[in-house]
């Protein structure tokens, strides 16, 4: 049995198969320097079957536990003590399948038997995203920091690559230096 933590990666560049894109690259940077032997797991949130969120609130006021690729999410979200959301700046914002699976959350607060405020207070939340300079990524950054905060969750901070053409983020050597301290600090 592992005692290290686990991390919970989820990708949400919108590149094509086979493209790794700046902000998975710096997010790997970041998690090779963690301690052999923790437990990564990785989902690509663009490669997955997301429902789109109904709300519910305030007629059924409930939602049924998650089938397919939301259950997995729920349950790999649920495993993990650190989420690492790895989303480039998408106009000014996050990527829309990263929007989809936090509208969800909303959902996840909803499932009778799922104490899912509960046990998100106890995880931290950090975001590794890269765009074309680092004052576009702020109100998005401000916008995951104010959702790890509704959650009562620990914010572990941004980490900021200048992106552009895949590979571009190679040539920030600020944000490749701080990538090794990101998740171990
Ligand atoms: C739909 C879309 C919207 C974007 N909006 C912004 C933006 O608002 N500000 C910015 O600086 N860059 C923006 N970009 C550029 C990306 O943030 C940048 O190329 C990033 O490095 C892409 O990450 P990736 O290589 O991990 O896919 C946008 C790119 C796309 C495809």
Redesign the pocket.
């Known amino acids: 049995m592992t005692t290290h933590p686990h991390h919970l990666f989820l990708t949400t560049?919108t590149?094509e198969p086979g493209i790794v894109?700046?902000?998975?690259w710096l997010a790997r940077q970041a998690a090779a320097a963690l301690p052999a032997g923790t437990a990564q797991t990785w989902l690509s949130l663009a490669r997955m079957e997301l429902p789109r969120f109904v709300d519910q609130r305030h007629t059924t006021g409930s939602y049924p536990a998650p089938e397919g690729d939301m259950k997995t999410l729920l349950d790999a979200t649920l495993a993990a003590d650190h989420i690492v959301f790895v989303a480039?700046?998408?106009?000014?914002s996050i990527p829309a399948p990263l929007k989809t699976y936090l509208d969800h959350w909303s959902a996840w607060m909803r499932i009778p038997g799922v104490p899912f405020k509960e046990q998100m207070a106890r995880k931290s939340l950090q975001l590794v995203t890269?765009?074309?300079?680092r004052a576009?990524a702020q109100p998005m950054v401000d916008s995951v920091r104010l959702c790890a905060q509704f959650l009562d969750m620990h914010w572990g901070g941004a980490l900021w690559g200048k992106?552009?053409p895949?590979g571009?983020?190679q040539a920030d050597a600020e944000a490749c230096q701080a990538a090794a301290t990101f998740l171990i600090a």
């Open positions: 560049s590149r894109g700046n902000t998975e480039p700046v998408y106009w000014f890269t765009s074309g300079d576009k992106g552009g895949p571009a983020v």
